[in-house]
């Protein structure tokens, strides 16, 4: 399953950052989402200035519900919290959670540690302001790709300075090595997302100064006391190695990790619900899974939509 639904890198960086910002999921493949979800907008005041946010709540939400931030895509220079859309309705309706968006600043006019600071002013603000009345103690975060690495950054700045609690981490076809030590980006399945592609990427959001970070390149970081983890990969993926790698380099940490792969799926897929029954499937089992720590329970029970 080739797809080249989206632009080169090239043509990202030559969009202004506002427009990049505000881009959807291509409408071929991806539908306008749960629309019994209720929404609020709100811009939350960052160290980098206001951080649009939206939640997303079901019609029946439970006072003290947790909370979930998921993490939008894009190889840290495209999209905002509208790419994801359809993600963060479909977790509010699977799991009755306060759903939480984010529209991080793009690299290159704001290159590290700027997305990830984003992402850590949003995690603080659910848990210290409880938006919709969540339990701020009962965190969940998740992302695909540029958003699966900035997840996983998360939980381990978590850790490491006694940032909120997180119950669980989902980190869905991730970029995890800064050094593109993995094959797969050569095996030019993806147009345009070759190693030359992630060469850039690398080069204009981390530089050769933050490249090594291992809150950028977070396979190299010390990964012993992180949450459980869901760890997904696909195998149409420049980035195949690097969540395969991830989720074996988790469990070796003695990190609880459930490892999925989906053969035949291409990297994006989660945005392609028209396309493939795999998005959804994948997206209950997303839920599933943070269902399981954030309740405590081994299954999700009912399923909304």
């Known amino acids: 399953m080739k797809l080249g639904l989206m632009p080169t890198p090239e043509k990202v960086l030559a969009m202004p950052h506002a427009q990049r910002l505000k881009a959807k999921a291509p409408g071929i493949a991806c539908g306008p989402g749960d629309r019994s979800i209720l929404t609020q907008d709100f811009a939350v005041q960052g160290r980098g200035g206001p951080i649009p946010v939206r939640v997303y709540t079901r019609p029946d939400l439970k006072p003290g519900a ?5 993490i939008h895509g894009g190889g840290f220079v495209n999209f905002g919290l509208e790419f994801t859309d359809y993600v963060q309705r479909g977790l509010a309706a699977r799991t009755g959670c306060v759903v939480v968006g984010l529209s991080y600043r793009l690299a290159p006019e704001h290159p590290f540690p700027a997305g990830l600071e984003d992402c850590q002013d949003v995690l603080r603000w659910m848990a210290e302001t409880r938006p919709q009345g969540m339990d701020g103690d009962r965190i969940a975060v998740g992302g695909e790709s540029a958003g699966g690495n900035l997840a996983a950054a998360l939980s381990i700045w978590a850790r490491d300075n006694h940032g909120p609690r997180i119950s669980h981490q989902a980190i869905v076809y991730p970029f995890t090595d800064a050094t593109l030590s993995g094959l797969d980006w050569d095996s030019c399945v993806i147009p345009g997302l070759d190693r030359s592609a992630g060469e850039l ?18 396979l190299h970081a010390e990964l012993r006391g992180l949450p459980p983890a869901l ?3 696909c195998e149409y993926d420049p980035l195949r190695s690097d969540g395969i790698r991830f989720a074996e380099a988790l469990k070796r940490a003695g990190v609880e990790t459930l490892h999925t792969h989906y053969d ?25 899974e943070a269902m399981r720590y954030l309740f405590r329970l081994s299954d999700s029970g009912s399923r909304h939509r």
């Open 66 to 70: 947790p909370g979930y931030l998921f």
């Open 201 to 218: 990427m690398v080069r204009v959001y981390a530089g050769e100064k933050h490249a090594s970070n291992p809150l950028f390149s977070i």
């Open 231 to 233: 760890v997904v990969s």
């Open 264 to 288: 035949n799926m291409p990297h994006g897929y989660l945005l392609y619900p028209k396309l493939t029954r795999t998005a959804d499937d994948s997206l209950d089992q997303i839920a599933r």
